[in-house]
């Protein structure tokens, strides 16, 4: 079992910056890739970014490309996602997973959640 708690959720304007974080426990943090999906309002879960064990490999979705950075401490057990020049439509439940294979999008394949964490980006 792995746990994953996301921090760093909240409201910002249009062109800001805001940084998720996610702290894992549980079973060996390099065992797993680890990404980032996010659910906007009255839409399915959608994937954003994902990252390698060891990090040296990094996928984003074409709309946060240029814009987001993820990463990863494996010495700190955390990844996290740095999002800049925000727009109205990263609106949505950022939710952090843990899976066994880097370069899947399907969020069927990921095996563990966190709770997500709420971004709102105002006009």
């Known amino acids: 079992q792995v746990q994953l708690v996301e921090s760093g959720g909240g409201l910002v304007q249009a062109g800001g910056s805001l940084k998720l974080s996610c702290a894992a426990s549980?079973?060996?943090?390099?065992?797993?890739?680890l990404g980032w999906f996010r659910q906007p309002p009255g839409t399915e879960r959608e994937f954003v970014a994902a990252i390698s064990r060891a990090g040296d490999n990094t996928l984003y979705t074409e709309s946060v490309e240029g814009r987001f950075t993820i990463s990863r401490d494996n010495a700190r057990n955390t990844v996290s996602l740095q999002m800049n020049s925000l727009k109205p439509e990263d609106t949505a439940v950022y939710y952090c997973?843990?899976?066994?294979?880097?370069?899947?999008?399907?969020?069927?394949?990921?095996?563990?959640w966190g709770q997500g964490t709420r971004v709102t980006v105002s006009s």
């Open positions: 997973a843990a899976g066994l294979q880097f370069g899947i999008r399907s969020e069927d394949l990921w095996h563990y």
């Open positions: 549980g079973r060996t943090f390099t065992d797993y890739v």
